[in-house]
C-alpha cells in the first residue's frame, strides 16, 4: 500500500477584503500586520489560523500570511475558488517533498469559504481538523494544484505558483480551442502533436484547478 507523504510546511493564507496599504504597517508586509485596520473578522480569522498551526506543535514549518484584496494574483484566487464577496476565507496549503511525477517537489490546497454575506465564526478548533488533513497529505477536500505530468518535469514551481492563480475556466476555454485544433490539423502530424501536448497540458490543469466544481 502505497503511504502519502506528509507535509513538510504548511502555510495559511487570510484572504482579507482590506487593502495591503491598510493590512501592514505603513503598507509594508515587512513591517507586520496592523491589526488595528482589519475587520474583526479578518482578525478573528488570522488568530485561529495561527493557533491552529500550533495545534500541530512544530512538526513541520507553519505560517499564517494575512493576503489582502489587492495583492498580485489574489484577485484570481478568490475569483477561482468562489470566494465572491464573502472574505475573510481561507487557503491552507501543504508543500510535499518530491517523487516519479514531480520531481521538484508539489502543493495541494485546501480552500475554506465564509459563509454567505460573511460572519462565519473562526476558531482554532474548527480550523484545525483541516490543517491537520494537509498536513496528513489526505485526500478529502484537497486539490493538487501543479502542471500535469509530463509538464511537471520542466516547468519550475516558481511559473506553477502563476498558473495556479488562473481561473478553472479560462483552462476549460483552453481545452477545448486546443481540442477543435487538434481534429483541425488531423492531417498534418506536427501540428496535430503541437495542439495535442496543448490539450493535454490545459486539460490537466483544468482539472488540477478543481474541473467543474470550481466554475460558479
Known sequence: MLVKPKATAIQICVLTSTWRNKAFIDGDPDKGVNFDNLTPEEVSAYTAAESALAMLNNAVPAQALVCPIDYPGNVQVIEK????????????TGYYPADNEHPSGYKRVLPIANEVGGGKVWTANGLYPSVLAVYDNADKGLEDCGSPWPFSLIIPASLDKILCSVPAYLYLA????SGYKTYEQRKDPALSVVWGAALLFAGGRFLKSGGFKAIK
Not at 174 to 177: E, G, H
Open 81 to 92: 475558488y468562489g470566494f465572491g464577496q464573502n472574505l475573510p476565507a481561507i487557503l491552507i
Open 174 to 177: 483552453a481545452a477545448l480551442y
